[in-house]
């Protein structure tokens, strides 16, 4: 543990651990854990998926799924974008084109 690290204490699954983390990201890391236990305690209130282990492992699985899913919609809309950026390009060529024989 560095010297700039703190001990923080999350509770999941009821279960408490211990955590060292720079004393800047404390209260994201309180909110990722509540993040995590809200998923974990969704799984379990579902009862199809038994045991501690499992559960985490499904919560995880979820999450990636999602994490996953945004980052192909953020290349998505990326491209998207730079294709409209693209159009608007030729747009204004075409127009300063034309102004430009316009003044000849």
Do not use: W
């Amino acid at each position: 543990m560095s010297e700039t690290q703190i001990p923080v204490t999350v509770l999941i699954l009821d279960k408490e651990y211990r955590v060292t983390c720079e004393p800047e990201e404390r209260e994201s890391l309180i909110d990722t854990a509540r993040f995590l236990d809200d998923k974990m305690r969704d799984i379990r209130k579902a009862g199809r998926v038994i045991g501690t282990e499992r559960i985490a492992v499904m919560a995880a699985l979820n999450i990636a799924h999602e994490l996953l899913e945004q980052r192909s919609s953020k290349s998505s809309d990326v491209q998207n974008i730079s294709r409209r950026i693209q159009n608007l390009q030729e747009k204004i060529e075409i127009a300063l084109n034309s102004s430009n024989q316009l003044e000849l």
